[in-house]
């Protein structure tokens, strides 16, 4: 069983910068598709930002020009860059991970508090 174990996360101040990391316990065959979430308690969880084999990224219009996604291959990880952070983006963050034909399976991480102070 994979395990995504994620670090970076914590507590900032509103403007500051934080750097999520989330490395695979071991390699992922057939990766289409690695990213990020977030989730508030009583909200659905939601896309923050996502990065393809090839390099493509997708961002939450909420989050762009702010955060940057990017990853290892080599090390099998995943990073997501915030800079000039809001109370908004106070939440827990998840790792995701899908895999195999058309990205069918996922891995989830366990989750990274983030909070941002005002």
């Known amino acids: 069983q994979v395990q995504l174990v994620e670090s970076g996360g914590g507590l900032v101040q509103a403007g500051g910068s934080l750097r999520l990391s989330c490395e695979a316990s071991r390699n992922i065959f057939s990766i289409t598709a690695m990213g990020w979430y977030r989730q508030t308690p009583g909200k659905q969880r939601e896309l923050v930002a996502a990065?393809?084999?090839?390099?493509?990224?997708n961002y939450a219009d909420s989050v762009k020009g702010r955060f940057t996604i990017s990853k290892d291959n080599a090390r099998n990880t995943v990073y997501l860059q915030m800079n000039a952070l809001k109370p908004e983006d106070t939440a827990v963050y998840y790792c995701?991970?899908?895999?195999?034909?058309?990205?069918?399976?996922?891995?989830w991480g366990q989750g990274t508090q983030v909070t941002v102070s005002s």
């Open positions: 995701n991970v899908r895999y195999g034909t058309f990205g069918i399976h996922e891995y």
């Open positions: 990065i393809t084999t090839g390099g493509s990224t």
